[in-house]
Structures are given as structure tokens and as C-alpha cells.
């Protein structure tokens, strides 16, 4: 395809009127945001990013993190402001803790929106934010508490001002305004989780360049002003922190970039096809069409008259974070995520310029994948539940989020069907629509159900009973966690805790504070007899344990896997 056939995008007309893209509107946003109150967090990232910013908050100290009072350098602190923030403004809930994913997933679908609408026009425009909102592992991790959603907005940021800043009708103004703000972008991206906000777009410049000999593309990234932007955005906390805190250096940059991407040191191994599974289901509903357009969306890709082609860097740069982190020695699940809203922008292109009757071929099979799938969550998952569930999770809460993953299974069929019905009746942008609001249906309905399995992911259930049968735990009295730690404790609690015997991805932190922590049983035990009144958590067998040896306590409660006392 060549440059001349991109204007046939922009001229495409609005298949919404004014009032219809409205309810719209209001009709994403009301799901959207539905169940953030609804869902208690769990361990260990809800918890834990839920924690740092609530003691912020209370200790006024905004420059170094803490995690139950101990030094915590893995990650950067924007987020832990924006929360802590909303936590000041609002109070301590879950709707606060949770706000600053969900915000930027849903901010993430609109800018996606107004990326498509400047480079093809309104069609363009609805339906790459309709692909990125429908999308389930994008809606997923836009609503569970982890920094992924707020790095992938940035990310995304930056990546669309850079496609905005080189269209062929871009100003030079236009050019050098969109370009900074691309570098203020990537700043941020860098305070939400460190180095990839800046090293993955800039591995991703320079492997487009070379493969594409687009070397004209680097005098348009106002290099200079740029980084002068990015360092005044970004560095200053890293120095304010460094400064503070003389080990923050070497763990942030080295262990915490370097060696955990080059080692297994992190416990995240996983084989280098780890993310092709969750790709797949996570692209869900838009697979098929993904398949047949990851040819074309490089070979057919319309190049501008200044050589640059957004559809082509957008490959590359979703097919480098691929690589990148399937060839990493750490991998967790939501990694890959900055990688859709790029492919949604590509995606969004080709659902709007391939034949409508093509379309309608592709949206076939994928009736038949989401029949399929809710055939044998529908068949299979009892007999799974009932194999793998144990002591530690009993079967009724899986029974019983089973319903909430079949009903969201049917919905996501029933939307591919809808689709189809309105591809065949010569409706696209409608078809569109059906399935990604489906779909985002369908991810809340998986989300909203998990709160069924918080009595075992979570301690808000046993500290909720505890506090409803004995009032408030005395906030004067020790409480510690025996050789074990649930990140949702201190925040369901309101304060920290004492670890004994227990340092996991806190060693750096008591290492350099040994005091806040006890670090043998036997001193735990010298601190508890004395004691005239403590509290303690305990994995259920370590508590049968102390039982029999005879250890003055008291049950105040108890769930699946732990054991809540208090000394008298």
C-alpha cells in the first residue's frame, strides 16, 4: 500500500453522532469503573502497592518508600504520590488504592482514540480505543494494583505524540511541541517503574531506523531539548533519594535493572515461550483479526513522504517488548502489557480499512474460538476446581467464582455473535463496538468475581471478623508475622507490623535497618513472654506448632491458611 491510499482512512465519515459517542462515553466509563470498591486487594502486589503509599502518607516523607516501615528501592515513587494523593483527597479505600491503574487504563483508551483520530481520522480514532478498551489482558491489568498500567499509559503516551509529531502535515511548531512532550512522557514512564519507560521506546527507535534506513527520522526527535526535558522531569527524585539513602544506587540500577534482567536472581523464571499463551488468550477478542493482519500491518503499511511509517514502528515496537522480555531472566504475566496499545492502534487501522466482507470471515472463527472456550470453562471447570482444591483453598469459593468465569464466558460469546450479526447486516463500526463492550464486560464480570476467593488471598476477611467480634486492635501493641508475610496485612490493619524470621524482598531494606525487624524465633519468643499484651499472624500449622509447645496465646481468629493471636 502506498502513501496515497492513508488519506482514504481520514476520509472514512463518523459512524457516531455527537449524542451517540456521549452515551458511549458514559456507557465505557460506568463499566470502566464499576467495581473498584467492590474487589478487597490481594496479596502480594494489591497489598503491596496499596501499603507504600498509605505510609507516605501518614509519615509526610515523600522522597524515600517504605513497605511496613522498611527501606523499599525495587520501584520508582510517582505512583506511590498519585496514591498517596488520592489517599490524602479521599480517604484510605479501595476505590483510592486502586484509582491510579484504572485512571490510566481508561485515560490510556482515550489518548489511543485521539492518537488514531490525528493520523486517519474519527473512524481510525473509534475503533483503535474500542480494540484497546475491549481488550482483556489491557482491562485486566488496568484494574488489579500493580505499576504495569501506569508505565503502559506513559509509554503509550510518548509513543503516540511521537507518531502525531511526524505526520507529513505536522508543523514545525507542532513537530517540536509533540516531541517534548514525547520526552516528558518517557520521563514519567521512568518514575512509574524505571529504566524500560525510556530503554524499550529507544531500543525500539533504533531498531526501526536500521531496519528501515528511516535515518532522517532522528533529526525530527529534537534530541537536545528532548533530553533536557527528561532529565528535569526525572531526575530529580533520583538524586533526592540517592542523597537520603547511600545503598538506593546500586540496588535500584544494578540488582533491581541489570541483574534481574540477566539473572534469575528474582525467582521469575519462566521458559522463552512464557508470554506466546498469554498473548494469545490476552489479545482475546480481537485474535483472529490480529492473525490476519500481522502480515500486512508491515508489508501493506502506507509510508509518509517524510519516509516514517507509525504502523511499522508500532510492530516493531510491540514484536522488540516481546523479545525483550522473553529472552529476560525475571518474567512476570503483565509485563508484555506496554505492547497493546500499540498493537490496538494497528489493529484499529486494519478493522477499518479491510473489506467489510473479509471482516465478517474473520469474526467466524472467532465466534467459534469464544464457543469453544465457554464450552469448556462450562464442562471442564468443576472437575478442575474439585482436583486442585486443598485446605489452604477450599472448593466452595472456587465453585462459586466458576459461575462468575462461565457468565463472563457466555457474555464474550454472545458479543462475537452480535458482531457477526452486525457485520452481515453491513454495520462495521456497530460490530466493532458489540464486541469490545462485550469483552470489557466479560473482563469485569473475571475481575468482580475473584473477590470470591479473598478469604484465602487476602487477610481482610480475617481481620474484618477479628476487629467485629473484639473492636479495634490496640494500635500501642506489637504485632508481628512469624516467618511469613502477607502484604495485605498492614494496610487492612491501618499500621506495620514486626517480621520475624521472614525477609523475602526486604532483606536490603532490614539490612540496612536491622532494628525493624527480629531476626530468630528465639528472640521473637524472649519479646512475647515478656510482653503484657502482643498480637502475632502465623501460617496455621506454625501455630499448632507453638500450641503444643506450650506458647502463651490467645486465637482471636482464623481463615484457610492463617492463624490470628494475642498474648493473653
Not at 209 to 219: A, C, H, I, P, V
Not at 231 to 250: K, M, T, Y
Not at 360 to 376: F, K
Request: include cysteine; charge should be positive; proline fraction near 5%.
Amino acid at each position: 500500500m502506498s502513501s496515497a491510499a492513508a488519506p482514504a482512512v481520514a476520509a472514512a465519515p463518523s459512524a457516531l453522532t455527537r449524542r451517540g459517542a456521549i452515551i458511549l462515553l458514559l456507557v465505557f466509563t460506568a463499566i470502566w469503573f464499576s467495581n473498584l470498591q467492590y474487589r478487597r486487594l490481594v496479596h502480594p502486589d494489591e497489598g503491596r502497592y496499596a501499603e507504600i503509599p498509605r505510609e507516605m502518607a501518614a509519615s509526610g516523607d515523600w522522597v524515600t518508600p517504605r513497605l511496613n516501615g522498611i527501606k523499599y528501592f525495587e520501584k520508582p515513587a510517582l505512583q506511590y504520590w498519585i496514591t498517596a494523593a488520592a489517599y490524602s483527597i479521599f480517604g484510605i479505600h479501595h476505590w483510592t488504592a486502586r484509582l491510579w491503574p484504572a485512571l490510566s487504563g481508561f485515560l490510556g483508551v482515550l489518548f489511543i482514540g485521539y492518537v488514531g483520530f490525528r493520523l486517519g481520522g474519527s473512524l481510525l480514532g473509534l475503533h483503535s480505543a474500542a480494540v484497546l478498551g475491549g481488550c482483556a489482558w489491557y482491562v485486566l491489568n488496568a484494574h488489579i494494583l500493580t505499576l504495569d498500567a501506569g508505565v503502559t499509559f506513559w509509554m503509550s503516551v510518548g509513543l503516540g505524540c511521537l507518531f502525531i509529531a511526524q505526520r507529513d502535515d505536522a508543523t514545525p511548531t507542532e513537530e517540536r511541541g509533540w516531541m517534548l512532550a514525547a520526552w516528558a512522557a518517557l520521563a514519567l514512564a521512568v518514575l512509574s517503574k524505571g529504566l524500560i519507560g525510556v530503554v524499550l521506546p529507544g531500543a525500539a527507535i533504533v531498531l526501526y531506523t536500521l531496519l528501515w534506513r528511516d535515518w532522517s527520522l532522528w533529526r525530527r526527535l529534537h534530541l537536545i531539548g528532548g533530553l533536557l526535558v527528561f532529565l528535569a522531569i526525572a531526575a530529580p527524585w533520583f538524586v533526592a533519594v540517592s542523597l537520603r539513602n547511600g545503598e538506593f544506587f546500586d540496588f535500584f540500577f544494578i540488582r533491581e535493572h541489570f541483574a534481574r534482567f540477566l539473572t534469575s536472581e528474582a525467582h521469575r523464571e519462566g521458559a522463552w515461550w512464557y508470554f506466546a499463551p498469554i498473548f494469545v488468550a490476552g489479545i482475546l477478542p480481537w485474535l483472529t483479526v490480529f492473525l490476519w493482519t500481522a502480515r500486512r500491518m508491515w508489508t501493506d503499511a502506507p509510508v509518509g513522504r517524510n519516509g516514517f511509517s507509525w504502523q511499522r514502528f508500532a510492530v516493531v515496537w510491540s514484536a522488540f517488548i516481546f523479545v525483550f522480555f522473553s529472552v529476560s531472566g525475571s518474567k512476570l504475566p503483565s509485563y508484555i502489557l506496554p505492547m497493546f496499545p500499540a498493537l490496538a492502534l494497528t489493529l484499529g487501522w486494519q478493522l477499518t480499512v479491510v473489506p467489510q466482507t473479509t471482516l465478517a470471515r474473520l469474526t467466524l472463527p472467532l465466534v467459534a474460538i469464544m464457543g469453544v472456550i465457554a464450552l469448556i470453562v462450562i464442562v471442564a471447570y468443576t472437575p478442575l476446581a474439585s482436583r486442585f482444591a486443598d485446605a489452604r483453598q477450599p472448593l466452595e469459593p472456587l465453585l462459586e467464582y466458576g459461575v462468575w468465569l462461565k457468565t463472563a464466558c457466555v457474555v464474550a460469546f454472545a458479543g462475537g455473535a452480535m458482531g457477526l450479526f452486525y457485520l452481515r447486516s453491513g454495520k462495521r463500526t456497530a460490530a466493532i463496538l458489540s464486541v469490545s463492550l462485550t469483552a470489557l464486560v466479560a473482563a469485569m464480570l473475571v475481575l468482580t468475581g475473584h473477590d470470591t476467593l479473598a478469604e484465602a488471598r487476602s487477610t481482610a476477611p480475617i481481620v474484618s471478623r477479628i476487629v467485629a467480634a473484639n473492636g479495634p486492635l490496640r494500635a500501642d501493641v506489637p504485632f508481628y508475622t512469624v516467618r511469613m508475610y502477607d502484604q495485605t496485612l498492614p494496610y487492612y490493619l491501618g499500621r506495620t507490623v514486626t517480621q520475624v524470621e521472614h525477609y523475602d524482598e526486604l532483606a536490603m531494606g532490614i539490612a540496612s535497618e536491622p532494628d525493624k525487624a527480629i531476626a530468630t524465633e528465639a528472640e521473637w519468643l524472649r519479646r512475647w513472654n515478656a510482653a503484657e499484651q502482643a498480637y502475632a499472624i502465623m501460617q496455621r500449622d506454625e501455630y499448632k506448632r507453638l500450641q503444643d509447645e506450650g506458647l502463651p496465646m490467645r486465637e482471636l481468629g482464623r481463615d484457610a491458611r492463617r492463624v490470628i493471636v494475642s498474648r493473653r
